[in-house]
């Protein structure tokens, strides 16, 4: 076969694999397609695929094919990076600041310091650092990919629900929207080039610059022609940060950032980002796949990816828990919200995809993450559907 017909072939198994996993097993109430999409990522990588029938893994993932199929998910990553970055709402965190300021504090606060205590754990073996990585970026890498809230797969779950519009759910996304600000600013953090700092500094003035001007052209256009520029914009975005020695995904994400939601149709938007998910994310959670390994043994990946999920899940409860108190939830609230903002998915593992290409935490440091953020979304809706149901007159509580 020649690489165009080797290249069809793995999107063929990138599409009708998960699709029939999902479909034929009937996963949807607690591995919805997203996840199962992810673990076939998994399965069809070099760990798994790759050891099993490694003949037939070299065969159809060539470089040329990888290199293909790496291409179309770093565009699609990056509007999805944009989205989140569009779906941003601080007006409602403004204007709800010290109940917002609260919850979303110990949200993200109580699970990085777990997070970061699980990373030191794991510094005290090989294996799991990278080459370039610092003890300091590995252990704030590690405790924020913990804190991380999914807040595009968030708003599926929500949707699923059917809570997404009610205020509970607006409640939700105002504290996801502000761990959101907080996840890319450490992301800035820890890829800062001091030997680069120079252009970093450039970059921010210049994009504090271009932003304003972009906004001010944005107002002016027509809702059809948004649709257009925001692509230009978020490509300009992505080379001008990865020029700077940032990643191009921190590009991305401020991209969105400066996008106002109110400039478009909702629905057109909702689409747009249901459409990425069925179209191109595929790819990306193959590509993801690819990166897998456990070069320092399964049972070890597996540990860690257990002693990291429960960093996460019982920081989250923890920091949500403390911050009911404060707020004075009524019984059950604090359980509710927790379960939904512990869901990690795809932000997490785009946030530990840059990782490992900064040479931060190896390829086996990558597949605890992603077993854990897969773990993490699975229990979502389990916890939270039978929490709806005891808990129905929460769903119309403002704050």
């Known amino acids: 076969m020649n690489t165009t017909e080797i290249y069809l072939l793995a999107m063929l198994l990138i599409f009708a694999v998960p699709w029939l996993i999902w479909r034929l097993g009937r996963t949807d109430y607690y591995a919805p397609l997203v996840v199962v999409q992810i673990l076939t990522g998994i399965l069809l990588g070099p760990g798994l695929l790759g050891q099993v029938f490694p003949d037939y893994y070299r065969f159809v993932f060539t470089p040329a094919v990888i290199q293909s199929l790496n291409g179309i998910a770093w565009w699609a990553v990056m509007i999805f990076v944009m989205i989140a970055g569009i779906e941003l709402d601080l007006k409602k965190a403004w204007a709800h600041r010290r109940e917002s300021g609260i919850t979303a504090g110990l949200a993200l606060g109580v ?36 804190a991380v809230t999914a807040l595009p797969i968030l708003i599926l779950f929500m949707e699923k629900l059917d809570i997404l519009r009610q205020p509970v759910g607006q409640r939700i996304l105002r504290y996801a929207s502000l761990d959101d600000i907080a996840i890319w600013g450490v992301l800035a953090l820890i890829l800062m080039d001091w030997q680069r700092v120079g252009r970093q500094v450039v970059f921010l003035i210049a994009f504090t610059v271009v932003g304003w001007l972009f906004r001010q052209l ?119 919200i927790g379960w939904l903002l512990q869901t990690k998915a795809l932000i997490m593992i785009i946030f530990a995809n840059i990782l490992l290409d900064r040479h931060i935490i190896t390829n ?31 769903i119309g509580r403002a704050s």
């Open 111 to 146: 699970p990085l310091l777990f997070g970061g205590m699980a990373a030191f754990v794991l510094l005290g073996f090989d294996g799991w650092i990278g080459e370039r990585g610092r003890p300091w970026q590995f252990v704030l890498g590690i405790g924020m990919a913990c």
């Open 364 to 394: 086996e440091a990558f597949t605890a993450l992603l077993l854990m953020a897969v773990a993490s979304t699975m229990l979502t809706v389990p916890m939270v559907a039978p929490r709806l149901k005891k808990l129905g007159e929460l």
């Open 218 to 336: 944005m107002v002016r256009l027509a809702e059809r022609d948004r649709w257009y520029v925001i692509f230009i914009w978020l490509a300009l975005c992505g080379f001008a940060a990865d020029w700077a020695g940032l990643h191009f995904m921190v590009g991305a994400f401020l991209a969105g950032a400066v996008i106002e939601a109110e400039w478009f149709d909702q629905e057109r938007m909702d689409l747009l980002r249901h459409f990425v998910l069925m179209i191109v994310m595929p790819v990306f959670f193959l590509s993801t796949g690819l990166r897998t390994e456990w070069g320092v043994g399964g049972v070890a990946v597996f540990l860690a990816a257990g002693l990291l999920l429960l960093a996460s899940v019982g920081g989250k409860l923890l920091g949500v828990r403390l911050a009911g108190r404060l707020l004075n939830w009524g019984p059950g609230e604090a359980g509710l």
